[in-house]
């Protein structure tokens, strides 16, 4: 039996009413799925309103929480070359010098630290002008690369040596550091380098570092370049501290050229000196020019609003490295400066340690002669069975350690 024309279009019309409203809940079911991806998405963002030009994906935008940052600062005493140091590292088959010997005992303690510093206490003046050591101290070149090859980031060439070979030998010296990639202060070619104050940033804090001697061994400097060493003159060394101060350096370190030499106590004028720098803003000073090592301190500087801040100074480092043999100028340190740079941007001066170093010489002839000695690593490799030295040199070492720990003073750890 046939359908009439009316109950077909009914069934049509029901067709396409269930068809209109299929498709109505296929589009609000993408609608739903598509709000709910945007909401979604929206949520996981950092819950921000600042936002960056092209893509961004939740990693880019979340905000990273602010953290302390803490670094190891290093420093060593005055590296000097005598006519014996570079004669010892003088190879006559290939005619070169190579001091690689002298520092591979301690290299990984320099090496390992976030940024280390000291003082040159010699001339690179080139050999064409001879190569000499005390009084006027002329060094080849690669003894530079050898310091550089440790770790050394930054040395101090400001001293009573810097002119030992003029004006020529300083610039000569300059020269050679940039060549070598070393960084340094105290000394200038010009007026534009001296008013430059040299900053670094280490691992996220800023460091200005300074350096000032008492004089250039009567050696006068050249008139019209007074700019070429910073002498230790009051004005300047405020005029610098503030320069420092206006680059808005987390820390400023200054290195000293000061004292009397093979006193291992400072005196009055290293104390005053001190606090003059304290109070105009240094935080770290480290000296040098004794040849022997002096006491170091932690200090509470209170400033001028009322606030307190760490402040650290060791009167003397000592010879790092050297041809000497008086009382205790074989004796030394690496010091070490954990600092850290809180959430709220103060600066906090945590551990002073050291490493006790001895500066041993085999004696005239002898290959090799001269070697840095981590005292205390060699002292434990003697007593468990190895290590290269005999029992007078662990003696010597021994008694050394005990005259260093008593000049420097206790180790600073923090609680």
Not at 129 to 156: E, M, Q, W
Not at 183 to 210: C, P, W
Request: glycine share 8%; net charge negative; hydrophobic share 35%.
């Amino acid at each position: 039996m046939k359908k009439s024309k009316k109950g077909k279009r009914k069934i049509t019309n029901y067709y396409r009413f269930f068809s209109s409203l299929f498709v109505v809940c296929v589009f609000l079911i993408i609608l739903g799925i598509l709000l709910f991806q945007l909401v979604s998405n929206f949520s996981h963002s950092g819950q921000t309103d600042t936002f960056s030009e092209g893509s961004v994906t939740s990693e880019q935008s979340t905000v990273e929480e602010k953290k302390d940052i803490t670094i190891t600062l290093a420093a060593i005493g005055d590296a000097m070359c005598h006519s014996q140091n570079f004669k010892d590292a003088y190879n006559s088959s290939t005619g070169e010098y190579d001091f690689t010997h002298v520092f591979q005992n301690i290299a990984s303690h320099t090496s390992n630290a976030d940024l280390t510093i000291g003082n040159l206490e010699t001339t690179f003046a080139g050999e064409a002008r001879k190569y000499s050591g005390y009084p006027t101290f002329n060094t080849p070149s690669t003894f530079g690369n050898a310091l550089k090859n440790i770790g050394v980031d930054i040395l101090c060439t400001a001293n009573n040596h810097s002119l030992d070979k003029g004006y020529s030998g300083l610039v000569s010296t300059l020269d050679s550091l940039d060549e070598t990639g070393i960084s340094h202060m105290g000394t200038y070619r010009s007026q534009e380098e001296q008013d430059q104050i040299l900053v670094k940033d280490v691992n996220g804090i800023k460091i200005a570092f300074l350096a000032f001697t008492y004089g250039t061994n009567g050696i006068p400097v050249p008139s019209g370049k007074e700019y070429c060493v910073n002498l230790i003159d009051r004005d300047l060394i405020k005029k610098q501290l503030d320069s420092a101060k206006e680059q808005n350096v987390d820390l400023i370190c200054v290195n000293m050229h000061w004292g009397a030499e093979y006193q291992t106590k400072q005196n009055s004028e290293q104390e005053e000196l001190a606090e003059f720098l304290f109070e105009n803003g240094a935080d770290i000073i480290f000296g040098s020019h004794p040849h022997v090592l002096q006491p170091m301190e932690k200090r509470t500087i209170t400033l001028a609003d009322g606030s307190t801040k760490d402040g650290f100074v060791i009167y003397s480092l000592g010879n790092f490295v050297s041809g000497q043999v008086k009382e205790y100028t074989k004796d030394t340190i690496i010091l070490n400066l954990q600092i850290t740079k809180h959430t709220d941007d103060t600066i906090t001066i945590d551990q002073a340690t050291y490493v006790p170093v001895y500066v041993y010489d085999k004696g005239s002839g002898k290959s090799e002669r001269f070697q840095l000695l981590d005292i205390r690593s060699n002292m434990e490799d003697y007593v468990a069975g190895k290590g290269n030295i005999n029992s007078t040199t662990y003696n010597t070492i021994k008694t050394r350690l005990e005259k260093i720990e008593q000049i420097v003073g206790p180790e600073i750890k923090s609680e």
